[in-house]
T-cell receptor, first 112, second 110 residues
Framework: DGGITQSPKYLFRKEGQNVTLSCEQN?????MYWYRQDPGQGLRLIYY???????QKGDIAEGYSVSREKKESFPLTVTSAQKNPTAFYLC???????????FGSGTQLSVL | GQQVMQIPQYQHVQEGEDFTTYCNSSTTLSNIQWYKQRPGGHPVFLIQLVKSGEVKKQKRLTFQFGEAKKNSSLHITATQTTDVGTYFC??????????FGAGTTVTVRA
């Protein structure tokens, strides 16, 4: 079954802690993205990657980091520098940049 | 800031009625995409419009792309309870990333 898998579904972060959200796809897509969703604000782009070993900052990259060592994987780390991390995080992929997005089921991150 | 504006933010519809949600961009878009997110779910791609003035239909949903490629609309006829959710437009300003509107959240009164 082809798709995009995010884990965990729910995640809690303690103050000063870094946490990593997992995103894996088996669609053989080149491009992958991380979006943050807050109520009433739509989806805001955190980071995107058009190809393995390359990634670019989106509109709200501060306090986040990513890596793209494998085509299938694009993990997102929410660092302690992100002061307001509570949100729903969505990972997406597309065959190529600008094409339609396939989304994972999301991770709800909350602060303890 | 947000480059694609979407209105209304909320739409409460009587079952069987029609409604429209609108997207506007300050810059010309290469294309526009529409997504639907059911409550508790993730966005799912509905359609992409590329050509100036393009109109596409999916059953009761009609999508339009403006002549200037700066605006788009989604019109739903005879709303059903299955239409509940949030509808997002996403404008392709540059090829590598989309700019999402804030979404229109639709509730339906039976």
């Amino acid at each position: 079954d082809g798709g995009i898998t995010q884990s965990p579904k729910y995640l809690f972060r303690k103050e000063g802690q870094n946490v990593t959200l997992s995103c894996e796809q088996n669609l053989n897509h080149d491009a992958m993205y991380w979006y943050r969703q807050d109520p009433g604000q739509g989806l805001r782009l955190i980071y995107y990657s058009q190809i393995v070993n390359d990634f670019q900052k989106g509109d709200i990259a501060e306090g986040y980091s990513v890596s793209r060592e494998k085509k299938e994987s694009f993990p997102l780390t929410v660092t302690s520098a992100q002061k307001n991390p509570t949100a729903f995080y969505l990972c997406a992929s597309s065959g190529r940049s600008g094409e339609k997005l396939f989304f994972g089921s999301g991770t709800q991150l909350s602060v303890l | 800031g947000q480059q694609v504006m979407q209105i209304p933010q909320y739409q409460h519809v009587q079952e069987g009625e029609d409604f429209t949600t609108y997207c506007n961009s300050s810059t010309t878009l290469s294309n526009i995409q529409w997504y639907k997110q059911r409550p508790g779910g993730h966005p799912v791609f509905l359609i992409q419009l590329v050509k100036s003035g393009e109109v596409k239909k999916q059953k009761r949903l009609t999508f339009q792309f403006g002549e200037a490629k700066k605006n788009s609309s989604l019109h739903i006829t005879a709303t059903q309870t299955t239409d509940v959710g949030t509808y997002f437009c996403a404008g392709n300003i540059r090829d590598y990333k989309l700019s999402f509107g804030a979404g229109t959240t639709v509730t339906v009164r039976a």
